[in-house]
């Protein structure tokens, strides 16, 4: 029998994979307007600017989901398509716990669990802006729900 924990995780399972089914423009929307409120100060502060004229490529790869991403004026723009610059590919379960902090990104990267394609330069910069946001720009309940689902996705690889 699972324990709560165990069977949350594998209701997510189920769950994400119905995620590339939502068409893009949903995707994009819901994404631009989450990260842009989510990063409105470090966006206001310039954090974003190895991004300014640049796109990158995330790739979910084991849920078939890509956004390409830059920031214009101080707000990030998601496309479908776009001439990256550099792509960071991954599966979902090591992106959480990039979110969550349980690893940080140099081992992912370093053991070839989240992948740097492109421009290395802008893609060091990219990793070092990931590692300097703040999870307390998160709301509370996110970020809790993140540290969680993490700790859940660090404890079943361990």
Known sequence: ????????????????????????????????????????????????????????????????????????RRALRIARQAPVRVSIRGNWREFLLLASRQEDPDTLFFRRRLVIEGDTELGLAIKNLIDSLDPDLLPPWLWTLLQRAGMQVAQVQA
């Open 1 to 72: 029998m699972l324990n709560p924990r165990e069977h949350a995780m594998k209701l997510g399972e189920q769950l994400l994979p119905w995620l590339a089914r939502t068409p893009f423009a949903l995707q994009r929307t819901v994404l631009e307007r989450s990260l842009n409120r989510l990063f409105a100060e470090p966006l206001a502060d310039d954090a974003f600017e190895a991004l300014e004229g640049n796109w990158m490529r995330l790739e979910v790869a084991d849920l078939g989901l890509a956004w390409c991403l830059t920031c214009e």
